[in-house]
Antibody, heavy 122, light 106 residues
């Protein structure tokens, strides 16, 4: 079955960076992409960006441009999302979700990881 | 960015009821509209994509309709497991954006 297993909770200080991993299994890695979505405590869902598992092309939300980097390791079927210059506003659960392989097919995340809580506090 | 607005923000209903949630887009998203369900402490799950196509395994009591800027999610004959939060999301333009959510309570 399709599984996306994310790394564990992180506690960071303001100004630091965090790197969340998402290991994919149960499907052809290169035939799909992955979107990253976050949810602040008690809040709604916010899309950070998308990466292709085929060629590692990315599309980042303008709000996070320059602060987020998404990468893919085809040898281990693992995706990574690094967010830099953290502030308390970045405290949220971060989700990876399987999505379309190209940006034209993206935006329909059908299987989600369990989420990774990132807490930012001094 | 395309703004997505859901109404109501919360809704009380009973098992067996029929409920409708509305989602409006700040400009046309054509038929590029998805619906998600989220239960407390869990990841969202895809219910409906492209306005009205049910994701695999989703019960037929869920249905979606609309186009352009106005969309609806209807749940017929509510079941206990349907009490959750629901989000619409447009995928017409990046950044993909979500509605603020509708909490469906007993």
């Amino acid at each position: 079955q399709v599984l996306l297993v994310q790394s564990g909770a992180e506690m960071k200080q303001p100004g630091a960076s965090v790197k969340v991993s998402c290991k994919a299994s149960g499907y052809a890695f290169v035939s799909y992409g992955v979107s990253w979505v976050r949810q602040a405590p008690g809040q709604g869902l916010q899309w950070l960006g998308w990466i292709s598992g085929f060629n590692a092309n990315t599309n980042y939300a303008q709000k996070f441009q320059g602060r987020v980097v998404m990468t893919a390791d085809r040898s281990t079927n693992t995706l990574f999302m690094e967010l830099r210059s953290l502030t308390s506003d970045d405290t949220a659960v971060y989700y990876c979700a399987r999505d379309g392989v190209g940006i034209a097919a993206a935006g329909k995340p059908d299987y989600w990881g369990q989420g990774t809580l990132v807490s930012v506090s001094s | 960015d395309i703004q997505m607005t859901q109404s109501p923000s919360s809704l009380s209903a009973s098992v067996g009821d029929r409920v409708t949630i509305t989602c409006r887009a700040s400009r046309s998203v054509h038929t590029s509209l998805n619906w998600f369900q989220q239960k407390p402490g869990k990841a969202p799950t895809l219910l409906i994509y492209d306005v009205s196509t049910l994701h695999g395994g989703v019960p037929s009591r869920f249905s979606g309709s609309g186009s352009g800027t106005e969309f609806t999610l209807t749940i017929n004959s509510l079941q206990p497991e349907d009490f959750a939060s629901y989000y619409c999301q447009q995928r017409y333009n990046t950044p993909f954006t979500f509605g603020q959510g509708t909490k469906l309570e007993i």
